[in-house]
């Protein structure tokens, strides 16, 4: 059975940095798009960082320059680097895995971020 599990969660002040982890099981993530995405309290989940198979990324413009997503093959394992974290930035946090041209995706059960001000 296919699992992601997210991880580095919690609670941290404004400025303050957090690296999220996706460790993934029974798939191999250098074969999937993989990406961040959040939901905050009564607002729609959004896209916050993708990588593409072939390691190029792109970010949502509310975290350019503050977030990194990074993967280490080696773990099956996604990252998503957060530094100079605001409180905009609370929400639960989704890891996503998507291969296209099979129609698979996968997501995670969500960790919670909060930035208090």
């Known amino acids: 059975q296919v699992r992601l599990v997210e991880s580095g969660g919690g609670l941290v002040q404004a400025g303050g940095s957090l690296r999220l982890s996706c460790a993934a099981s029974?798939?191999?993530?250098?074969?999937?798009?993989t990406g961040w995405y959040r939901q905050a309290p009564g607002k729609q989940r959004e896209l916050v960082a993708r990588m593409g198979t072939g390691g190029g990324t792109n970010y949502a413009d509310s975290v350019k320059g503050r977030f990194t997503i990074f993967r280490d093959d080696a773990k099956n394992t996604v990252y998503l680097q957060m530094n100079s974290l605001k409180p905009e930035d609370t929400a639960v946090y989704y890891c996503?895995?998507?291969?296209?041209?099979?129609?698979?995706?996968?997501w995670g059960q969500g960790t919670q971020v909060t930035v208090s001000s």
């Open positions: 029974e798939i191999n993530f250098s074969l999937y798009a």
């Open positions: 996503n895995a998507h291969w296209a041209l099979i129609r698979s995706e996968y």
